[in-house]
């Protein structure tokens, strides 16, 4: 479901990945399971323990709200491009897609996002010793910032190598790096553009999402529950996912499922 409302594809190789993917260990399982008795399994029971558990990112390390990112401690936002996906990770956002791949992160700052740069791309060139061809200063939504750029060859043809950086305070810079096919529009252009101070009023409603159990009452329908759910996009869908609920199935007063909800 995911990948469908990113529009991107559902399967990821292997060997791409540092974990089986989902379809291999649900095949797996299934094969250690057949042909063993069927059990009794306590539903409600495993319900009632899920009840109030946090779903999806913690603010504390950001949160991804359809194609924005925001941070409520670093007091930060951007907007990723159309038909790109986003990841977030303990210590960077991945951005992905066909065009192109960036990360946003952090390192250490003096106060000199020239130097910064130069020292960003001297870590992605491994052993190659990379440096930009030129530096730009410039401002974004009133935030200093600065670019560089180079092109290399990664065996495959000429990619295009950006950083690109922020001066969020005089000992704290962010950036991102980015690569996309060289001689090509960079189609992060609109996100570089997009980063932006949050207010403390919209860091403080940054809020986490939590799984509300509840139990179906008589008259309530899939559509009205699925209304409750916390997204701006696919409710139902996200709802039938959810609960393992088919195209055809309904459901029934006394049974219980799954929300998800803003945990205030």
């Known amino acids: 479901l995911d990948a469908r409302l990113q529009g991107r594809d559902a399967s990821i190789p292997e060997w791409a990945s540092t974990h089986p993917d989902p379809a291999s260990r649900v095949q797996t399982a299934l094969g250690k399971v057949e042909g063993m008795a069927g059990g009794f399994t306590n539903g409600d029971t495993f319900l009632t323990r899920i009840d109030g558990l946090m779903y999806g990112d913690d603010p504390a390390q950001g949160m991804i709200e359809g194609r924005q990112f925001i941070h409520p401690e670093m007091r930060l936002a951007f907007t990723a491009p159309q038909g790109f996906y986003m990841v977030n990770g303990t210590k960077a956002v991945s951005i992905n897609g066909q065009s192109g791949k960036a990360q946003l992160t952090l390192a250490s700052y003096d106060g000199n ?89 919209e860091a403080s409603n940054v809020v986490a999402r939590r799984v509300d159990v509840v139990t179906v009452r008589s008259g309530d329908t899939i559509q009205s529950l699925a209304s409750r759910m916390a997204y701006e996009n696919a409710r139902e869908d996200r709802f039938r996912v959810l609960n393992a609920l088919g195209a055809s199935d309904t459901l029934r007063a006394g049974q219980k499922v799954k929300l998800i909800v803003r945990a205030r």
């Open 113 to 201: 996002l020239s130097n910064y740069i130069r020292q960003q791309f001297a870590t992605l060139g491994d052993d190659q010793n990379l440096r930009p061809s030129s530096i730009q200063s410039t401002t974004i939504n009133g935030i200093p910032a600065a670019y560089g750029t180079t092109r290399v060859n990664n065996g495959q043809g000429q990619v295009e190598l950006v950083v690109f950086a922020y001066e969020f305070a005089s000992d704290r810079a962010y950036h991102f790096a980015t690569i996309t096919p060289a001689g090509r529009a960079n189609p992060f252009n609109s996100m570089f553009q997009s980063m932006r101070r949050i207010s403390a009023s």
